[in-house]
């Protein structure tokens, strides 16, 4: 894919003016020492969105969500966020400042404090002054998308099951009040019943938090139930882009590289 | 009552006021060693910086020595913030702290206990107290405020320090750290301000055992060494992480040392308690209170 075109959001991401967050990204290359895991990955989320990033593994979903993140620099490209009108650059700023932007991840492999208890991971979440303020209501929030936290909120997260470990993780995001939600493949180490389930949570939250959510996942299926749209990485590069979650179901590319039909 | 009794009742009471002070000198390291996984073999030599600085002060002033400890412990802080800083760019950082690193606080140690020597010479220091020379008496049990007082202010403390890592924000992300540093990072939290935070206060409670210590006994620069290996072993037993598991380690380790030395002689303790150590960590190599996760 060349320069990258703005799919039902004219102004840029975050639509310059308007209310909520975007996310764009542009030409960006990025790897692990001679390894080059990113070639120019153009993309963008429009406010409100749902974007899924498909790909098999090892095709740089992660790598991109790195980057995103401030844990990988980028060689070369362009991030940037904007959130309520005002937009941020993100290549060279540290996670720490990137996150407190209102950017929030549910990362691979859930990354909990399996020491500590429920309430004390989600309070985590929290830690960024203007999350401080709505403790209350987002405790209250995540105790009421997640009657079983609220059960075992004194219970230490390493002794608890997979699928309550995810939620979790969903819960301690939506802790630090974000704006854009990054969800790096919440199905990995869970069973399909409980994928369904946490993509539906995802879908449920982004909807009563007003989010703009970017999805990596591995299961096609799965993401395009949630998802408006989507890009398919494969070996770095965006091999194709679906308007639709039809557009990218019925792409012969999508098919033949990605599902192997 | 039976003297073979009241000698094991009194030797149980004083193990245990043993015990308060073993645990002000094991609760610091409960946290940088524990919680940051930083191998802080000075903090014994910390806490000794501590006692003599509040001895010289008393000796001054005429103020309550765990007063001064107290305000001695703020500057205790700051450089253990310092440290923490040299600490985490030259070691840390570069992914050498299991053997350099340990190297490096081998020498921190070492140069506090030369400069002790070089600064107010070898001989021993001592803080006075009023209450000190007091003892209440409850039946045939003796409670010398000389070894009360500063446990029960040690054992405050770290009370008030456990509510803290409870509730509040850093307190909690203290407790993190060592699980997942980059995941805090994703939280907005920076990992190296934690710890650099934490690390002062494991020095601060280093300053604040050292007042107890002066109180307790006379300090010289050297009088760090017999706590290094107690103070290790007590924050192992206790489950490294766990406050409390480390105050009641502690408090175990007091009372096996000191009615091993009541009925065997002083000679016996340190090898009936440490035997102890080993028994704990057979059965439960977690620690005490270590959660196993």
Known sequence: MGAEAWPG???????????????????????????????????AVAPGETVALLGTNGNGKTTLMRCILGLLRPTRG??????????????????????????????????????????ENLLLGAYRRSARAAIPRNL???????????????????????GEQQMVALGR????????????????????????????????????????????EQNFHQAIRIADRGYVLVHGRVEFRGDSPAELGDSELVRKFYLGL | MDPDLALLLNGIVSGLLLGGLYAAAAAGLSVSFGMLDVVNIAHPAFMVLGAILVALLQGATGLDPLLLAALVAPGFWAMGALLYGAYHRFFERRGDEA???????????????????LAVGPEQHFADAAWADT????????????????????????????????????????????????????????????????????????????GALAVVQPVDA????????????????????????????????????NVTATFYGPSWSPAVAFGALLLVLAVRPQGLFGRAA
């Open chain 2, 222 to 257: 050297a009088s760090g060494h017999i706590f290094i290996g107690r103070v290790f072993a007590i924050v192992i037993m206790g489950g490294l992480a766990s406050l409390g598991g480390c105050v009641l380690a502690a408090l175990a380790f007091g009372v096996v040392e």
């Open chain 1, 78 to 119: 362009r991030i940037a966020a904007t959130i309520d009108g005002v937009t941020t650059e993100l290549v060279g700023r540290s996670p720490e400042e990137i996150v407190d932007l209102g950017i929030a991840i549910v990362p691979e492999g859930r990354r909990l404090f399996p020491r500590l208890s429920v309430e």
């Open chain 1, 173 to 216: 995001a939506v802790m630090c009040a974000p704006r854009l939600l990054l969800v790096d493949e919440p199905s990995v180490g869970l069973a399909p019943i409980l994928v369904a389930r946490t993509v539906e949570k995802i879908a449920e939250l982004k909807e009563r938090l007003g989010l703009t959510v970017l999805m990596a």
């Open chain 2, 135 to 210: 003892t209440w008496r409850l039946g045939e049990i003796d409670l010398p405020l000389r070894m009360l007082v500063p446990a029960a202010v040690s054992l405050a403390a770290i009370g008030a320090l456990a509510l803290f890592l409870r509730h509040g924000f850093t307190g909690r992300a203290i407790a993190a750290v060592s699980q997942d540093r980059e995941a805090l990072r994703l939280l907005a939290i920076d990992p190296v301000r934690i710890k650099r935070f934490a690390f002062g206060l494991s020095l601060a409670l280093a300053a604040l055992a050292g």
């Open chain 2, 99 to 117: 053997i350099q690193g340990l190297a490096f606080f081998f020498g921190v140690m070492f140069i506090i206990e030369i400069g002790i020597v």
């Open chain 1, 9 to 43: 959001a004219a102004g840029g991401p975050g639509g310059a003016r308007g209310a909520g967050a975007g996310l764009l990204v542009e030409g960006v290359d990025a790897g692990y020492g001679a390894v080059r895991a990113l070639d120019g990955v153009s993309l």
């Open chain 1, 140 to 162: 209250e929030f995540c105790y009421d998308a997640f009657p079983r936290l609220k059960e075992r909120r004194g219970q230490a997260v390493g002794s608890m099951s997979g």
